[in-house]
């Protein structure tokens, strides 16, 4: 079992940068594929990223590739989530979550694929 907490979000400036990070109990991260979701006042839950145990493979939405980037450090138990260029319309609660996984890999983009979860950090982009 992992135990996940978010830090890192806050109030920020349209076209500003957060990073967030999720940091995991337990000696066992690096065999968790981790992810990112987000949830919008008055819409669902919704993928934003995943990688891998070793971080050999990443999955982004479409729509936020090149402006978000999901990378951890299995030697301090932490995934991080850089967002860049923040836009209002990126204003949401992130969460983490976790996946035990036997082997490399990330493509896990629904949330009943994780069993995990975070208590979720606030984001809000001013326009």
């Known amino acids: 079992q992992v135990q996940l907490v978010e830090s890192g979000g806050g109030l920020v400036q349209a076209g500003g940068s957060l990073r967030l990070s999720c940091a995991a109990s337990g000696r066992t991260f690096s065999t968790y594929a981790m992810g990112w979701f987000r949830r919008a006042p008055g819409k669902e839950r919704e993928f934003v990223a995943a990688?891998?145990?070793?971080?050999?493979?990443?999955d982004y939405a479409d729509s936020l590739k090149g402006r978000f980037a999901v990378y951890r450090d299995n030697a301090k138990n932490t995934v991080y989530l850089q967002m860049t260029s923040l836009k209002p319309e990126d204003t949401a609660v992130y969460y983490c979550?976790?996946?035990?996984?036997?082997?490399?890999?990330?493509?896990?983009?629904?949330?009943?694929?994780?069993?995990?979860w975070g208590q979720g950090t606030q984001v809000t982009v001013s326009a």
């Open positions: 979550a976790a996946r035990y996984q036997t082997y490399d890999y990330s493509g896990y983009a629904l949330p009943e694929e994780y069993s995990y």
């Open positions: 990688i891998s145990r070793s971080s050999i493979r990443t």
